[in-house]
């Protein structure tokens, strides 16, 4: 299985200030066509999840431009530009290179 | 706006089998890639698999001797079912829709629902 570890597991924001998920595989996510096999869900309170970015780094469509994927290979991280009250919730990294595995998740709090 | 929607017993007994049917609305389940999820209390998502429109299938290796997954085109309707159920399979069970392309992201979820193997 490739393992998926996200750090920090619980990150306190303030709104208005930027914020950042690091997620790290066991290997690369990187195929040959150039595509990072990465997605990043967020899962507010009560609900199911839902997706924000895809392929590392695209956004999910009626997904705000405050957030943003980057990183390649092994290292990921997920940008919130300004955190805004509605962005509380558990986001996780999820790989879909082999059967898809999820990070721990990290607990976002307003 | 597509829209997911599981059913099934709540609870099952230990031992049993655990079946869930996933009704699609407003779309075709034509084209796609259906699968399951789950999240047991407290923890993380699991992948259980998924099922193309045409019935072709892929499981987690972890589960994959005891999990059956079948597509039913003309109700627009997918089900699972997993084998010898034991406490440890209690969780929230998700069905989803993968979108077409690239990583094939997970783009609708259903509601979830709670079962409970006791």
């Known amino acids: 299985d490739i393992v998926m570890t996200q750090s920090p597991l619980s990150l306190p924001v303030t709104p208005g200030e930027p914020a950042s998920i690091s997620c790290r595989s066991s290997?690369?996510?990187?195929?040959?066509?150039?595509?990072?096999?990465l997605d990043w869900y967020l899962q507010k309170p009560g609900q199911s999840p839902q997706l924000l970015i895809y392929?590392?780094?695209i956004r999910a469509s009626g997904v705000p431009d405050r957030f943003s994927g980057s990183g390649s290979r092994t290292d990921f991280t997920l940008k919130i530009s300004r955190v805004e009250a509605e962005d509380a919730g558990i986001y996780y990294c999820?790989?879909?290179?082999?059967?898809?595995?999820f990070g721990q998740g990290t607990k976002v709090e307003i | 706006q597509v829209q997911l929607q599981e059913s099934g017993p709540r609870l099952v007994k230990p031992s049993e089998t655990l079946s869930l049917t996933c009704t699609v609305s407003?779309?075709?389940?034509?084209?796609?890639?259906w699968g399951w999820i789950r999240q047991p209390p407290g923890k993380t998502l699991e992948y259980i698999g998924h099922?193309?429109?045409?019935?072709?299938?892929n499981y987690n290796p972890s589960l994959v001797s005891r999990v059956s997954m079948s597509v039913d085109t003309s109700k627009n309707q997918f089900s699972l079912r997993l084998y010898s159920a034991t406490a440890a399979d209690t969780a929230v069970y998700y069905c989803?829709?993968?979108?077409?392309?690239?990583?094939?992201?997970?783009?609708?979820w259903g509601q979830g629902i709670l079962v409970s193997v006791s």
């Open positions: 407003g779309g075709s389940i034509h084209g796609y890639y």
């Open positions: 989803a829709r993968h979108q077409n392309g690239g990583t094939y992201p997970i783009d609708h």
């Open positions: 392929s590392g780094s």
């Open positions: 999820m790989q879909a290179l082999q059967t898809r595995t």
């Open positions: 290997q690369s996510l990187l195929q040959t066509n150039g595509y990072n096999h």
């Open positions: 099922i193309f429109y045409t019935g072709n299938v």
